[in-house]
């Protein structure tokens, strides 16, 4: 598929994602509508939003689709309100995590689960075609009081104890979309909220968009500099959340499992969703529960429908996406950052629970490869990595090779013009033998 990649359309504004293009893709999909459909939009904080928002809404109302306006909201705010407020479709105008110069388009169902693959290639059909629905135009309005309404729908889903309000918890948005949205829901369910990068502000002076190890290193610093407890930090959408305590980074693949264990616990499920990219500490963490994990494809669309198909408690991705259902089947980062602060007394619970569990060591690397030259390059990595010796081969999602106690994946990004390479095994230096030598074969390939 050429138009949507992992997560929606994406790419750099005026560029790869021009005024044109999302016009046209609002177009195929006011086509796939009914006439009269009722459609919301929202944007996270980046510069070009405004206009993309613009020609997204121009383009529906060619069709005859009746538009509304929601603002500036995180993902699992338009997401969660797409169905709570009965629209047919929400758009989501964001880039995730990507930097600033990037945008994209996200659609979610009238039950907020992401549209399907299916979905995406009925309107790629429709937009390559160009044979686009002409109506009467439709009427736009703009709508108030998303986070009341947000926090309105999640609040009844908590535990009934609630939050600990004991804890201190630094809140950072990073200057995306959750600005302002996420301290204010986090202060409403009465936790002392340490607010940082808590202006929106598409440029994103604070830090980069994606939060990692090496991106929160003045947030750690403002951490423990206030003696906060845990600190809570979003992407530039807010779809994706990580944690750090007062020892730092506290991983991606640590706090996934934690709550996931918490979540079949609460619901009684065993069963949990997750993608190709995420390591086998899930398993570890929730063996004793009897619990089967399941692996699929790369996004939170993917995750969604896996969750839903094996009646998982949850649906995660190493990244720090949480898809739990007792809400939806929808990415929700303050949510699963709300249940978590539900479940335990001291931040350092977390921690503890994995010095239990034998070590794991998980590391990352990219290789840089334009879109157009993924598929080739990806061919040849394939035929390539079949000769290291694996014990086997899975290429339902990129290449991902299992070595006894290790295992790499080699998976073409669906969001960014890179080929990424992961690896986890029991040993750090073995871990980043693998990433190297995953790095070393994508770019013999080139």
Request: hydrophobic share 40%; with cysteine; aromatic share 6%.
């Amino acid at each position: 598929m050429s138009l949507f990649g992992t997560s929606g359309v994406r790419g750099v504004f005026e560029k790869d994602l021009t005024l044109d293009l999302c016009r046209d893709v609002a177009q195929a999909l006011g086509t796939v509508l009914p006439v009269r459909a009722k459609v919301c939009l929202a944007t996270d904080s980046r510069v070009s939003g405004p206009a993309i928002k613009e020609a997204v809404t121009s383009g529906l109302c060619a069709c005859g689709i009746e538009a509304t306006d929601l603002g500036m909201l995180p993902t699992p705010a338009l997401a969660l309100l797409t169905r709570e407020w009965s629209f047919d479709t929400g758009v989501m105008i964001t880039a995730s995590h990507n930097p600033p110069e990037f945008n994209g388009i996200k659609l979610f169902n009238a039950d907020a689960l992401g549209y399907g693959r299916d979905q995406e290639q009925q309107i790629e059909a429709i937009y390559t075609s160009k044979r686009f629905r002409k109506a009467s135009r439709a009427s736009i309005r703009v709508a108030q009081g998303m986070r009341e309404s947000y926090l309105q729908a999640i609040r009844g889903k908590l535990p009934s104890k609630g939050v600990n309000k004991g804890l201190r918890i630094v809140v950072d948005p990073g200057n995306g979309a959750a600005s302002g949205f996420a301290s204010w829901i986090f202060t409403e369910m009465g936790l002392t909220v340490l607010p940082i990068n808590d202006k929106p502000d598409g440029h994103f002076p604070g830090r980069n968009p994606e939060p990692k190890e090496d991106t929160l290193r003045k947030t750690m610093a403002f951490l423990r500099e206030s003696k906060a407890d845990l600190a809570v930090c979003f992407d530039g959408d807010a779809d994706r959340v990580v944690f750090c305590d007062r020892e730092g980074f506290l991983g991606f693949n640590e706090p996934i499992a934690f709550i996931s264990r918490l979540a079949v616990q609460e619901t009684g499920r065993k069963a949990v969703a997750t993608t190709v990219e995420t390591g086998r500490l899930l398993e570890l963490a929730t063996h004793d529960l009897g619990v089967k994990v399941f692996r699929g494809r790369v996004g939170d669309a993917d995750v969604s429908h896996l969750a839903r198909e094996t009646n998982a408690a949850i649906g995660v991705e190493q990244v720090g996406v949480y898809i739990i259902p007792q809400v939806g089947y929808y990415p929700d980062s303050m949510f699963a950052a709300l249940t978590l602060l539900s479940h335990i007394n001291e931040a350092r619970e977390i921690r503890t629970f994995f010095e239990r569990i034998p070590a794991l060591f998980f590391d990352k690397g990219r290789v840089t490869c334009p879109n157009e030259s993924k598929v080739a390059l990806m061919k040849k990595v394939e035929k390539k990595a079949r000769d290291l010796g694996a014990v086997s081969v899975s290429t339902l999602d990129g290449v991902r090779l299992e070595f006894g106690d290790s295992w790499m994946l080699i998976r073409a990004s669906g969001t960014e013009p890179v080929i990424r390479v992961l690896a986890e095994s029991p040993s750090d230096s073995a871990t980043k033998e693998l990433v190297d030598k995953g790095v070393k074969l994508v770019q013999s390939s080139i």
